[in-house]
């Protein structure tokens, strides 16, 4: 198995969110939005990007882990309805660009 895959699974375990499919919740998180084919590490990545612009704009106060949970699903649709997007609490393109969050610019580390 993938091993970024593998540390996104024991860190839900550890933090007691484990989720049924959580390869596919991950991925159900970038329907409608230009990363749903991108590797797991992207997304990851894309996510905790997203958990940190959320947070400083006063919507997520969970951790910044990459981790999709029901915290960060509910600050995406507050996220959007304020600024008049579709409320669909996933990562498309347009919440991605309302974050400032520019996916061809992922560096793998960081």
Known sequence: MNR???LLLSSMLAAGSLLAD????????FVGGP????????????????QDALRVLGYYRGPINGIP???????????QKD??????GRLDKIT???????PSAYVPGR
């Open 69 to 79: 949970d029901a915290n960060l699903t509910y600050a995406l649709r507050i996220y």
């Open 22 to 29: 959580p390869a596919k919740d991950l991925a159900n998180l």
């Open 4 to 6: 970024l895959f593998l």
């Open 83 to 88: 600024s008049r997007f579709k409320a669909t």
């Open 35 to 50: 990363l749903l084919a991108a590797s797991p590490e992207i997304q990851v990545a894309t996510v905790r990007k997203a």
């Open 96 to 102: 991605l660009q309302g974050l400032d969050i520019d």
